[in-house]
């Protein structure tokens, strides 16, 4: 029953940490590498599309369940604690109406997606053409 609760209140807290991160990247008070690092978490976090598709048994979950977590653990170190605070607060507020989604990351996960595939299809054609 604990583990559980226990990724119930992971499912609840993602959203809430991610926003806030957002909120941080926007504060001058966050310093520029945290900014990075939570941006791209945040982004990440709510993009519309995985990396990894949900569908890919086992790995479609690694990045909710490890990836993201992990993300938000270290964006969270970065940011100072008043800081991160505040944002908090204000993600409560704003996520009470609803919750974002990012469709700059979900575009920038679909041209990685034909980027990877492109190569592959690069890769094969170059192999049936030396035999």
């Not at 001058?28 to 519309?48: D, I, Q």
């Not at 048994?57 to 990045?63: C, E, I, M, N």
């Not at 908090?88 to 109406?97: C, G, I, S, T």
Request: glycine share 4%; with cysteine.
């Amino acid at each position: 029953m604990r583990l559980r609760d226990g990724l119930k209140n992971l499912r609840k807290e993602i959203p809430l940490q991610s926003y806030a991160l957002y909120l941080a990247c926007r504060d001058p008070r966050t310093p520029w590498y945290a900014k990075v690092l939570a941006a791209a978490v945040a982004a990440y976090a709510f993009s519309p599309i995985d990396l990894i598709p949900d569908f890919i048994p086992v790995l479609g979950y690694l990045d909710d369940l490890i990836i993201v977590p992990l993300g938000i653990a270290l964006a969270i170190r970065l940011i100072p604690a008043e800081v991160l605070e505040s944002c908090r607060e204000q993600a409560r507020q704003r996520l009470a109406k609803g919750t974002p989604t990012s469709r700059a990351a979900a575009i920038v996960i679909v041209v990685i997606w034909i980027a990877v595939l492109a190569a592959i299809a690069i890769l094969v054609v170059t192999r049936v053409k030396r035999k």
